[in-house]
């Protein structure tokens, strides 16, 4: 399991012309490795996520994974690629009228055939329910897996995420600023969850907070208005290279 | 457990209902019956545009499109006191009557606005087709009855409206201008017209397209226009005639809606700043009198292609002074009314038949038609005959949806005549394929809808299409569709009670054979069972989306009000 | 102010009066030999002509309109089936005028498939069966009276189907939609000779004895010299007449006889036995 990124850019239309999300984007990254994104706001970590999950294509250059162009995959190809990677996002956006347990389940659908995800929004297997409720008990829900999606507190609704990912059970987990809405001691919990959760699998996370960062990524890889600032060892990164990074001088990208 | 109660309860209750329906599939696939459907489809073509036919195409829609237009216009003006008369707030309850004593005055203009709000439930319960086939028999030949069919069933539908718009004005100006001494009618015209206006002309707009599509189909009770020409040419086998009157009535209904949505938006900005009317008024009278007077020249056009004229003839109110006294009293007898329980039994089946036909053939069509399941996925295969074929199954299926939709219940009917030979099934198919239309679209559009942050994730997880469909679109979606598919079950009740007027089945037939053998007593009974059965479904109906297990179905006022005149015709939103 | 007037001018403008005598004609479609009577023109034109009236034709779809227009002066003649006839002469006290030579010795056909095995009214007994409108003499009326006096098994008759018109009937019973029905033998024979259905397909079964059916009657009211006039230019209707045959011919009408209305006491009577008329 490895990316490689060649020379990628990431244009979005928008009203007021294309905006470079990402811009000549080369990065590496071999299997097991635990990666950071640092960046300003609209650095384009998140763009950078969704080229690594697959759910955009680059504008120009390639990404690979495992030697094969995501680009060129379609269809139940691109559906295996997917189902190898989980995703934590910023908000996670559970599907509101179901149920936290349903929600994890939503973790099987890349490896479920139609048939079986029909059968299960009626009523799952007992072997992928049980997968569920052992997720949400590692993240503590246990107790709310009857509960709607939309009756759980933004905490609880990021762990179910967490669940989910844990019942999708990726080689490359991605997270995308999963802590920016929560307060600070729920912050350190689920930081842990996290890193939990993601033991023996590849972990790439875009994050604010740069303390948690050094502590816990081996290496870290700055963003800044699109463009890759620096690529270094955790304890390589130095003062100066952050004020940099964080310097005020926006360069009309977004993230 | 509870779930698979409630699925074998509602699957028992089809079963009953399609044999209430007399449900059939073998004649769907009689050669004989194939062959005459093969016969009509050919026979469709070429569409007859011939210099004699042409005109009779020209003159129906013409009268047909006046039709609309004075009945709208007549149901504005009934429907307005009806409405005004009909607001809780300045009559019943709220704000303007806290505080003031009791008295017989106050009880008195409370009680005539509850017989306002009943009038008003009375006079849209009843179909406008049943409307218009006693005033075919009460006014006499041409337009004019189709014209006061619409007037008295849309004055229902506005009149309920219009009442709730005026209770949905904030309230302070009201109360403040009543503190300061201001009557509850002069309370009326300055606190609540004011704010009411630009929807209230938005609303009467919408109920001209309304208006329109069910103008179309009077004439197949002898009402005149385009409905009167179709059946004629039916019965005349000259399917090349029904082609081309098909089309001109397609083209007037779009033309009509166009031109609906067009004012409707402007009179939707007007009311942000105030009165649209009042400020439309204004600008009529004042920068554009001579287009003032153009819109006069054609309403007046309108009334006259309407059969305004004869309305003064002499000989005609007291004839139907005599009609109207020859319904009553209603003929209860016993043994007239143990002859309506199949019939009565028929209908109820043929709505709920018809509605799980449209139901399962909408729900079909509309998944190719929802653009975000198929042609703006960006995972399908990129190449271009792959892309063109997907873009060619969803213009497809938006088309089929669009035909399906545009062809009033009743002409359904009679094609489904030939398809499956008269009766009960031939209605419920009818309504199926007319009920498809309608839903498949608003399915579609309500799926394309729906929040897309979570059903994005279920994509990053590895989820094909379909996946998202059942897991993020469907649970998001599934109670707006629920509430559509109840308010389209309503409308279909009240469609299955004329499909018999055509061939289609149910107290239609009973209602048509009484008024024909001019056994009116019979018919006014009908006519009270129709109306009770309506009001049934809708009380029905309001208590399922008044359940707290069914938490979103009930819709916000403003769609509310949309499908309420909606529900008066064929129409499709 | 200017509003008021304009509209008091155009309302002025529709209302036009009417040129010296307008005689409103109606005719129900059952008769219809096809296209070209959508209008009716040959017809009308010819009775303009030897009434000097401007004559007016409806062509309704609804029997019960034209009785009911006939009722309230909406219109001076009308051709109507004979049970309509019976109808609007005890509601509208409507006056006969003339009919067709055919029309005095007229005959419903019971039809089936030509491969069933019903042979007489008898064994109508367990089978579906259709009549055309509910108020057509030859296509429910005089069908259920015959049926009654032969002893048809009453199931026949109550659960019989309307279809609403002859043309609709012959259409279910040749595909197979029910298993016989009764029809206006005029419109069977048209059906058949015009190709719109496969003889082949259908065979008569029984043929009632003749009753009288169409007939054209003038409202009450009507002014004595014009209905006279009408009846004139209908007896007057020639044969040998190039114009005037294609007229006879669009009417599926050999010449026309003045018509007497103690004529229908038998429809009546049948009428009333089925409880049709009240």
Excluded at chain 1, 82 to 109: D, E, K
Excluded at chain 1, 229 to 238: G, T
Excluded at chain 2, 8 to 30: E, W
Excluded at chain 2, 296 to 324: C, D, E, S
């Amino acid at each position: 399991m490895s990316f490689e990124l060649r020379e990628v850019a990431l244009v979005y239309p928008s009203r007021a012309g294309a905006v470079r999300a990402l811009d000549g984007v080369t990065l590496a990254i071999a299997g097991g490795e635990r990666v950071a994104l640092l960046g300003p706001s609209g650095a384009g970590k998140s763009s950078l996520l969704k080229l690594f999950n697959a759910t955009a294509r680059p504008t120009a250059g390639a990404i690979r994974f495992e030697g094969r162009r995501l680009a060129a995959l379609a269809g139940s190809d691109l559906r295996a690629v997917r189902r190898r990677i989980g995703t934590v996002f910023q908000q996670p956006s559970l599907v509101p009228s179901l149920t936290a347990l349903q929600n994890a389940l939503c973790g099987h659908l890349g490896s479920w055939s139609l048939a079986r995800s029909l059968r299960a929004l009626l009523a799952a297997a007992p072997s992928d329910t049980r997968v569920a409720l052992a997720a949400l008990k590692t993240v503590g829900l246990l107790d709310k897996a009857a509960a709607r999606a939309d009756e759980l507190s933004g905490g609880q609704q990021q762990r179910v995420a967490i669940a989910r990912v844990l019942v999708q059970d990726p080689e490359v987990v991605l997270t995308d600023e999963p802590f920016a809405s929560l307060d600070p001691g729920l912050t350190a919990q689920l930081a842990d969850l996290l890193l939990h959760v993601a033991q023996g699998r590849t972990l790439i996370a875009a994050l604010h907070d740069v303390e948690l960062a050094l502590a816990h990524f081996p290496r870290i890889v700055g963003l800044r208005g699109g463009r890759v600032a620096f690529d270094a060892k955790a304890a390589e990164v130095s003062p100066q290279m952050l004020r940099e990074l964080y310097a005020h001088e926006a360069r009309g990208a977004v993230g | 457990m509870k779930r698979a109660l409630l699925v074998g309860a509602i699957a028992a209750a089809l079963v009953v209902c399609a044999i209430g329906a007399q449900v059939q599939t073998s004649p769907l696939f009689d050669p004989a019956n194939l062959r005459a459907v093969g016969a009509f489809v050919r026979g469709l073509f070429p569409p007859d545009l011939s210099p004699a036919f042409l005109p009779v195409v020209a003159r129906a829609t013409l009268r047909t499109l006046g039709v609309a237009v004075a009945g709208t216009v007549l149901s504005m003006a009934l429907g307005l006191p009806l409405g005004i008369l009909g607001t809780a707030s300045l009559w019943r309850r709220g704000p303007l009557l806290e505080g003031e004593r009791h008295s017989l005055g106050r009880a008195a203009l409370a009680a005539a606005s509850l017989v306002a709000r009943g009038l008003s439930r009375f006079l849209r319960a009843v179909p406008e087709l049943v409307w218009a086939l006693f005033f075919v028999v009460g006014f006499g030949l041409g337009p004019l009855p189709g014209t006061l069919a619409l007037a008295v069933s849309y004055a229902g539908v506005l009149g309920r409206v219009y009442a709730d718009l005026f209770e949905a004005v904030p309230p302070g100006p009201i109360v403040a201008l009543h503190a300061s001494g201001a009557t509850r009618l002069q309370a009326f015209a300055a606190g609540i017209w004011p704010q009411a206006a630009g929807s209230v002309a938005a609303y009467s707009l919408y109920s001209f397209e309304c208006c329109v599509r069910s103008a179309a189909v009077l004439g197949f009770v002898g009402a005149g226009g385009i409905g009167a020409e179709i059946n004629l040419s039916m019965r005349l086998f000259e399917y090349g005639q029904v082609t081309t009157l098909l089309a001109a009535l397609v083209l007037l209904v779009l033309g009509a809606d166009a031109f609906s949505r067009a004012l409707r938006g402007r009179f939707q900005r007007n009311a942000v700043h105030g009165s649209g009317l009042l400020r439309d008024a204004l600008e009529l009278r004042s920068a554009r009198r001579g287009l003032g007077l153009v819109w006069l020249a054609l309403l007046l056009f309108a009334f006259q292609q309407a059969g305004f004229v004869g309305i003064a003839a002499a000989g005609l109110w007291p004839h139907l002074g005599r009609f109207a006294a020859q319904l009553f009293p209603p003929d209860l007898s016993p043994a007239f009314l143990a002859t309506l329980v199949t019939p009565l039994w028929q209908t109820v089946a043929i709505s709920v038949v018809g509605t799980a036909i449209g139901i399962a053939l909408g729900s079909v069509l509309a998944l190719p038609a929802t653009s975000t399941l198929l042609v703006a996925d960006p995972d399908r295969r990129r190449g271009l005959p792959a892309r063109a074929l997907r873009v060619a199954i969803h213009g497809a299926a938006r088309a089929s949806l669009a035909v399906l939709r545009s062809i009033p219940e009743l002409v359904w009917v009679l094609l489904c005549i030939l398809a499956v030979g008269l009766g009960p099934f031939a209605g419920a198919l009818a309504l199926g394929l007319h009920t498809a239309g309608v839903l498949g679209k608003l399915y579609a559009e309500t799926l394309e809808e729906v929040p897309p942050a979570p059903v994005e994730e279920l994509r990053a997880i590895g989820a094909g299409a379909l996946q998202r469909l059942l897991w993020g679109m469907w649970p998001q979606a599934r109670e707006t569709l629920a509430s559509y598919t109840l308010l389209r079950w309503e409308t279909n009740l009240r469609v299955s009670t004329v499909v018999g007027l055509v061939g289609g089945g149910g107290l239609g037939l009973a209602l048509y054979n009484d008024v024909q053998l001019a056994f009116y007593d019979r018919a006014a009974t009908l006519v009270l069972l129709i109306y009770l059965l309506v009001a049934a479904t809708d009380a029905l109906a309001d208590r399922l989306r008044r359940r707290p297990t069914a938490r979103g179905i009930a819709l916000a006022p403003e769609s509310a009000l949309a499908l309420i005149a909606e529900s008066g015709s064929a129409a499709a939103p | 102010m200017r509003l008021l007037l304009f509209a008091a001018l155009a309302l002025a403008a529709c209302n036009k009066p009417a040129p010296e005598e307008t005689l409103r004609a109606s005719m129900i479609p059952t008769t219809d030999p096809g296209k070209a009577t959508r209008e009716m023109q040959p017809l009308v034109d010819y009775l303009s002509r030897h009434t000097r009236a401007k004559v007016e034709m409806t062509v309704p779809t609804n029997y019960a309109a034209v009785v009911e227009a006939l009722v309230n002066d909406q219109v001076d003649i009308a051709h109507l089936g004979g049970f309509t006839y019976v109808q609007a002469s005890k509601r509208a006290g409507v006056r006969p005028l003339v009919q067709r030579e055919r029309d005095r010795n007229f005959h419903s056909l019971f039809v089936t498939q030509q491969g069933s095995n019903i042979r007489s009214l008898a064994d109508l007994k367990g089978h579906s069966f259709a009549f055309g409108d509910v108020n057509s003499t030859s296509g429910h009326l005089m069908p259920e009276y015959y049926m009654r006096g032969s002893k048809v098994d009453p199931e026949v008759i109550s659960k019989a189907l309307y279809t609403g018109g002859h043309d609709a009937t012959l259409l279910a019973v040749a595909n197979g939609k029910v298993d016989a029905g009764a029809m206006d033998e005029a419109v069977f024979e048209r059906m058949t000779s015009s190709g719109k259905i496969d003889p082949a397909k259908v065979r008569v079964f029984y043929t009632t004895p003749p009753f009288l059916d169409y007939i054209w009657v003038a409202r009450k009211g009507l002014d004595s010299r014009l209905a006279q006039s009408v009846s004139d230019a209908f007896l007057a209707l020639d044969p040998a007449d190039p114009a005037q045959k294609q007229i006879l011919d669009a009417l599926a009408a050999s010449k026309y006889v003045v018509a007497d209305d103690a004529d229908y006491d038998k429809l009546r009577q049948a009428a009333a036995q089925a409880g049709l008329l009240r």
